[in-house]
């Protein structure tokens, strides 16, 4: 499956903003799908995850209550809602897609990545 992250850039601070990512390839609905964020310097972490059907969802604790991971099928699409943002949260997101399953925290558990969309927060 190919992705293709895009609605990255640059927020102030308290602002909000919607990254998605666009999947072809393959059956959209069998790949649970994870979003991830490297800050340059650290290590790519977790985000936020959905199963197949968009009825679990999973979290990192930085963002809980912020940010939103949402799914559509029939648009092979992935969404990720952030608001309340921070000038932590400044990263480069990256989709990645996990063949069937649970939403998972591993980034290691997931089989592919889309090339990553820039999100800058302005304090």
């Known amino acids: 499956v190919q992705l293709q992250a895009s609605g990255g850039g640059l927020v102030q601070a308290g602002g909000s903003l919607r990254v998605s990512c666009a999947a072809s390839?393959?059956?959209?609905?069998?790949?649970?799908m994870g979003w991830f964020r490297q800050a340059p310097g650290k290590e790519r972490e977790f985000v936020a995850a959905i199963n197949w059907s968009g009825a679990a969802t999973r979290y990192a604790d930085l963002v809980k209550g912020r940010f939103t991971i949402s799914r559509d099928n029939a648009k092979n699409t992935v969404y990720l809602q952030m608001s309340s943002l921070k000038p932590e949260d400044t990263a480069v997101y990256y989709c990645a897609a996990k063949l069937w399953g649970a939403a998972v925290v591993d980034r290691s558990q997931y089989n592919y990545w889309g090339q990553g969309t820039q999100v800058t927060v302005s304090s």
């Open positions: 390839g393959r059956t959209f609905s069998n790949y649970a």
